[in-house]
């Protein structure tokens, strides 16, 4: 089992950013898929997820509702995370995460996932 994120990098204020995440060895549809980010001195928080029913439904952190969209693509065993309108205050790294069957009521909770990426570090300065 691999979960294998990219995109991450160095971007203005601002800017945007897309992450990707490909999961490999379980069958994709049956797990919903999140992100996570810890930045330096901080605890890793939840970011963003989506449910894996055929809804699709999706949830948010406060701080990113408006400016971050998250999608899957079943035929690619993919999620993505788009990142619009970036701030300082998004700079760490970012983890992407995979929970068998998991209700959308658990996103949060990060003990819940199965499975974990490496990280991939998003940086926003000027």
């Known amino acids: 089992v691999q979960l294998q994120a990219s995109g991450g990098g160095l971007v203005q204020p601002g800017g945007s950013l897309r992450l990707s995440c490909v999961l490999s060895g379980l069958a994709f549809s049956d797990y919903s898929m999140a992100w996570f980010r810890q930045a330096p001195g901080k605890e890793r928080e939840f970011v963003s997820a989506v449910t894996w029913r055929t809804t699709c439904s999706t949830s948010y952190a406060d701080s990113v509702k408006g400016r971050f969209t998250i999608s899957r693509d079943n035929a690619k065993k993919t999620v993505s995370l788009q990142m619009n309108s970036l701030r300082p205050e998004n700079t760490a790294v970012y983890y992407c995460?995979?929970?068998?069957?998991?209700?959308?009521?658990?996103?949060?909770?990060?003990?819940?996932?199965?499975?974990w990426g490496q990280g991939t570090k998003v940086t926003v300065s000027s």
């Open positions: 995460a995979a929970a068998q069957r998991l209700d959308i009521s658990d996103f949060t909770k990060q003990d819940l996932y199965d499975y």
